[in-house]
């Protein structure tokens, strides 16, 4: 049930379903979020299961999976519950009301409709089943991107839902860039991702559309979005994040050098110190640099230990 101080935080606008979101494969740290999430925007939302629950939403789970769990919690009859993938959840947050629990969104359907989706690793394809798993932690990365038109257009939109201060979309992303980083062959058909981890609808059609016109069109708008340009230069500045950034962008300051020239701003001490090391601390290091710390580095170490390996780390490396 509510806490006292959920129910009263939030004016519940949604009465006719009550959600309850399961924690099993998805983390204590993500649920809370969307709890709290969900009934910012008016959704009744249950701490536990509930005679009142109508909605279980469950995210990596398969329609099997969550009647085990069910089961375990006593419940014989699991029809009266809306069974339902956790993007549900997350399109309801874009809209700020309920969608629809299309065929899409459903378990059960989804599991008829999409079988290497949900079915047991035997079933997916050998080859994808065996590189990629939707753990990021068990899966192999190649040091050579494959498919960076598309992780670079995930990155964007990443970004750009970060800077609007929605974690759940740019989670999403950064997650299908992930993935896809990790194969060692290019896409080049929407068969190539069937069976992959966190290919939502989202990611999908980004990818169909780079597929047939080699490039994203919501990737170019956001490029040119003049808040997601004022927004990346400002986060660009040691200490500054996005409550400042949108601050900044309200009061209608847009780069960098007007808010060097605004004398009225009060900058913290880590912002005055971004704005004087601003040049150095934006600039890359190049690869003759690094090759002449590297050499530096080994002549010292050989120098007490003449059989010492020195091998560089980091993005060089990579």
Sequence with gaps: MYS????????IKFNK??????????GMTRRTFLMDLARSKGFRVESELSDSVTHIVAENNSYPE??????GQAVSDSSRFEILDVSWLTACMEVGRPVDAEMKYRLVEQAEQYPTLKAPVSEVPSFTARIVSQY?????TTLNNCNKKFTDAFEIMAENYEFKENEIFSLEFLRAASVLKS????????KDIQGLPCMGDRVRDIIEEIIEEGESSR???????????????????FGVGVKTSEKWFRMGLRT?????????????????AGFLYYEDLV???SEAEADAVSLIVKNTVCSFLPDALVTITGGFRR
């Design 219 to 237: 990737a170019k708008d956001v490029l040119s979005d003049e808040r997601y340009k004022s927004f990346k230069q400002f986060t660009s500045v």
């Design 283 to 285: 600039s890359c290091v």
């Design 183 to 190: 194969l060692p062959f290019p896409v080049t058909r929407m």
């Design 256 to 272: 960098v050098e007007e808010v060097k020239a605004d004398k009225t701003l009060k900058l913290s001490k880590m912002q005055r």
């Design 4 to 11: 006292p101080k959920l129910s009263n935080s939030y004016e």
């Design 17 to 26: 379903l009550v959600i309850f979101i399961m924690q099993r494969k998805m």
């Design 66 to 71: 969550v009647l085990d769990w069910l089961k």
């Design 136 to 140: 990021a932690c068990q899966r192999k």
